[in-house]
Every structure is written in structure tokens, then in C-alpha cells.
């Protein structure tokens, strides 16, 4: 049986800029052009029956307005009519019932000699009876892949018909350009299945982690990490045998491999000791290597411990952070407290319940053939930088996001680090009322919108027109980073948000409104 390589994601460290200042509120004019709608927007209700945190993240955080890759400027929706508007059709003879009621998460189009093909990725949220212990419902991802053999026969046909079951919305889904593969960022596991297979023979192990207690618990200071382990009654000493590592640790007890993985980083292995304390408990202490180094996870790869979060570190972290936002142009350096938005970065800005994971999925086999642990680099938004490329997917890493291009034809190195958005992994996470994120094509700046009204706008370092000097340093500042905040004159819902390198598009529920960001152009 071959088993999926395990991967990582390689930061290009010239993209990180550790002088960063954090951005400063410019208070210049956005251009804004605002079109009514002769119909309103085509808005999916969900019923009374429809009420899990799955269906919210389906379909209530759905984007109903969609960019043309190969044209930047034109978008797209539905309207309550039908229409497509904003989009040249091309009609496709083809309708057959697929079920229940779906969303697209990603299309490609593919021309192999005579043969037109379509694969398209279908969402549901589907009920499952026999699952009496969880919300009753669970997702399915459908890839469909339909084609037109030849010139002469005008109808599509379904020619693959594979399905993915689990128990979350993926952040991210896309298929291969070539087609021959499927890449997903989710919180909990998906996995193929045989059209009309029963869910609970697949659902059995993911039912049984959830309910199952940790192995361990383990917390840590800037200093050290103490790992606790419940021992089985009448354990000795002579039961437990602990090898430690620089960076790897291996635990026995009673003969049976307890733990055995890379630590995240590396231990003063020759300082770290453990004791049995007489709560029949046995406490490992290991000293870091790196200090003040934040680990979001023990062993690399590892689920079975939980991790104790410490409000007084998460506290001093929003501290030191406090100064990455600004809400005056030219903020006093020389104030005691530097001026900031006034949220103060919480526990789960810090550390994440559970971490997601990248998974690489094989379009012949089913099989996964490659995985990355994203561990805390929390999922932020996916963009389209090359229409001929897959889409790209923005993570945060410690404060800043990072920008990720997968190319499926390296196998070596399937995902490059393109872009960095200084700060910006910290900025976000104050927004409460966030719904939509993207950001230009270029790199230019990112954006992130608010349920109703507000748009901020962040736009990357670029260098000064006037003299500006640091004095705390006593240095000249040579770019800036400025943050713009748009509101929207209207009282509707956002419906849809893209971005592209001059123009922020806005949908609500009966208008379109268009943002010059880029006015230089």
C-alpha cells in the first residue's frame, strides 16, 4: 500500500520583511461608482432544516460575485431572472439531475485532441441518518467530469463520477489543469468513496478521534515546554524509557511506542528531564532551544495531545503586536502606547483548535499522495494570480500571510511561496465582522470586507514622496504601507467581493459598486 509523502511548505525568506512598520491610515478618497440592478441578486435562503455550522460555511459565506480569470475587469453573477450578466455564455448541451441542491467550488476546461472535457468540483451538505452522535449531516464533494467526444456528437456526456465524504467545508478545492489530480485545504479529513457507498463504514474513524481524550497535555512558556502523561496504575520507573533528541523524541512505556516523532524545533536534549509525580502522572520537561519561540504543536504531524494555552502569554503577545495598525496617518512614536486598532489579539489568534492540512489527491488511484500539516498557519482566502495555474491559497504565518501558487507538475516542490502581505495575518484576525478577503492579481494590496458597509483596503510598502523620519531610530522611513477603509452607501448585505490590480468590485443585494484603488494607472 503506498502511503502519501509527507511535505512542508518552503517560505522564501527574501519575501518577509522583519523591519515592517505596520500600515498607516490614509485618509485620501477611493474612487467609488455604484450601478443599480434592474433585478436583484439570485440569494440561496437556507430553510430551518438547513441550521449546522456546515451549512453556514457552504453556502451563508458564499461569494456570489466571480472574476473572469482571462479578462480582469469583468465580473459575473445571477440574478433573480437567471441571467448570467457581465459574461458571454457559451452554451453547453448538457443537463442531467445530480441530486440535491450543490454549489460549484472550481471548473476547468480541457481540449486532449478531438475530445472537450469539463471536471467541475460539486459541494453538498447531505443528512446522514445513522450518525447519532454529530450534527446528522456531512459534506460531499463530487467531482464531475463531463465530455463531448467528438465534433459530430453535440451532447455531454458524464464520463467520471468520483465522491469525497467528510465532516467539514474545505477551506480550499481545486483540480489539476491537466486534470489528473485534486488539491484540498480542510480542517477534518476527506476521503473517496463509491457512489452510494454507506457514509458510516467511512465515518466510523473520524467519529471515534472525536470522542476519544488526548493522549497527553502539554503547554509552554518562552522558555520551556512541560508535556503531562496519565500513566497506567502501578507504573515504575522501570517502565517508562524516554530518548531525547535535539529534535526528535521517542517515549515507551511498558514496552508499547507511546510517542515517537520531530519536535517542531529544537531542545537543549541534554537540560530536558522527566518525572512521575504523585498524581500518577508523568511530567516531561523539555528546554527550548530557540527561546521565545511560539510552537503551535509538539510533535510535527502529531493530533493525539492538547495543548494548555497560557492567557497570560497570549496577552503578552498582543502587546508586543499592538503597534502593526494605526488609526492616524502619522502616529507619535514617541507615545508611551503607539496607536493601533483598539482589539486585542485573543487566544484563538494565537493558537488554533485543531490544524488543517493540504492534501494532495491522486485522480486514477483516489489515492493521497502528498500531505502538508499546516499546523497554525490558518486558511485566509484563495486567489487566481495565472488563470493557466491553479488557484493560489493565502496562509498566515506568525503575523504576516502568505501567498501560495501550487504547480502540480513539480512533484518535488509542489506549492511556491510568491508573495508576503506584511502584517496582515494579525490585522485580520481583529476584524470580527470580516466576511470576504482578497487581494490583486499583482500583489499590489489585499482587501477584506465586512458583512455590511466597510471595505479596508492594505496596500503593500511603496516609497515615500516626502521626507518621513523615525525617532525613535532616528532613521529616514524610506516606504510606507498605507490602509484605506471604504463605506459602501447602502444598508444590504455583501453578497460578493473581487479583487483585480486596479479596481475592487462589491455586490450587494441590488447594487454593484466598483472601487478605484489604483488610481495612479
Not at 53 to 70: I, K, P, T, V
Not at 200 to 211: V, W
Amino acid at each position: 500500500m503506498e502511503v502519501a509523502a509527507n511535505c512542508s511548505l518552503r517560505v522564501k525568506r527574501p519575501l518577509l520583511d522583519p523591519r515592517f512598520e505596520g500600515y498607516k491610515l490614509s485618509l485620501e478618497p477611493l474612487p467609488c461608482y455604484q450601478l443599480e440592478l434592474d433585478a436583484a441578486v439570485a440569494e440561496v435562503k437556507l430553510r430551518d432544516d438547513q441550521y449546522t455550522l456546515e451549512h453556514m460555511h457552504a453556502f451563508g459565506m458564499y461569494n456570489y460575485l466571480h472574476c473572469d480569470s482571462w479578462y480582469q475587469d469583468s465580473v459575473y453573477y445571477i440574478d433573480t431572472l437567471g441571467r448570467i450578466m457581465n459574461l458571454t455564455v457559451m452554451l453547453i448541451m448538457f443537463n442531467e439531475e445530480l441530486g440535491d441542491p450543490f454549489i460549484i467550488i472550481h471548473s476547468i476546461s480541457l481540449l486532449n485532441a478531438e475530445e472537450h472535457s469539463i471536471a467541475t468540483l460539486l459541494l453538498r451538505i447531505e443528512k446522514e441518518e445513522l450518525d447519532m452522535k454529530g450534527s446528522g449531516f456531512y459534506v460531499s464533494l463530487e467531482w464531475v467530469t463531463i465530455s463531448k467526444k467528438n465534433q459530430d456528437n453535440k451532447k455531454y456526456e458524464i464520463i467520471k463520477r468520483d465522491i469525497l465524504r467528510g465532516k467539514s467545508v474545505p477551506h480550499y478545492a481545486a483540480i489539476e489543469p491537466d486534470g489528473n489530480g485534486l488539491m484540498i485545504v480542510s480542517y477534518k479529513s476527506l476521503t473517496f468513496v463509491q457512489a452510494g457507498q454507506d457514509l458510516e463504514e467511512n465515518m466510523d474513524e473520524d467519529i471515534s478521534e472525536k470522542i476519544k481524550e488526548p493522549l497527553y497535555y502539554w503547554q509552554q512558556t518562552e522558555d520551556d515546554l512541560t508535556v503531562t502523561i496519565r500513566l497506567p496504575e502501578d507504573s515504575t520507573k522501570e517502565d517508562i524509557q524516554i530518548q531525547f533528541l535535539p529534535d526528535h523524541i521517542n517515549i515507551v512505556l511498558k514496552d508499547h511506542q507511546f510517542l515517537e516523532g520531530k519536535l517542531y524545533s529544537s531542545i537543549d536534549h541534554e537540560s530536558s528531564t522527566w518525572i512521575i509525580k504523585e498524581s500518577n502522572s508523568l511530567e516531561i520537561s523539555l528546554i527550548k532551544k530557540n527561546e521565545g519561540l511560539t510552537w503551535p504543536e509538539l510533535v510535527i504531524g502529531d493530533k493525539q495531545g492538547e495543548l494548555i494555552r497560557d492567557s497570560a502569554q497570549c496577552a503578552a503577545i498582543a502587546e508586543r503586536l499592538m503597534h502593526l495598525t494605526s488609526e492616524e496617518l502619522n502616529p507619535n512614536p514617541d507615545k508611551e502606547k503607539p496607536p493601533c486598532n483598539a482589539q486585542e489579539l485573543e487566544e484563538c489568534d494565537i493558537f488554533f483548535e485543531e490544524s488543517s492540512s493540504l492534501c494532495r489527491f491522486d485522480g486514477n488511484t483516489l489515492k493521497t499522495t502528498h500531505v502538508v500539516n499546516l499546523g497554525s498557519n490558518q486558511y485566509l482566502f484563495s486567489v487566481i494570480v495565472d488563470p493557466k495555474e491553479m488557484p493560489c491559497f493565502c496562509l498566515r504565518h506568525d503575523v504576516d500571510a502568505l501567498l501560495w501558487q501550487p504547480h502540480s507538475s513539480k512533484q518535488d516542490d509542489m506549492w511556491e511561496h510568491i508573495a508576503t502581505f506584511n502584517a496582515l495575518g494579525y490585522v485580520q484576525a481583529s476584524k470580527r465582522d470580516k466576511k470576504f478577503f482578497a487581494c490583486a492579481p499583482n500583489y499590489s494590496y489585499a482587501a477584506l470586507c465586512e458583512c455590511l458597509r466597510r471595505v479596508f483596503i492594505y496596500r503593500q510598502p511603496a516609497p515615500m514622496s516626502t521626507v518621513l523620519y523615525n525617532r525613535k531610530e532616528g532613521r529616514q522611513v524610506g516606504q510606507v504601507a498605507k490602509q484605506q477603509v471604504a463605506s459602501l452607501e447602502t444598508n444590504d448585505p455583501i453578497l460578493g467581493f473581487q479583487a483585480t490590480n486596479e479596481r475592487l468590485f462589491v455586490l450587494t443585494t441590488k447594487n454593484l459598486f466598483l472601487i478605484k484603488v489604483n488610481t495612479e494607472n
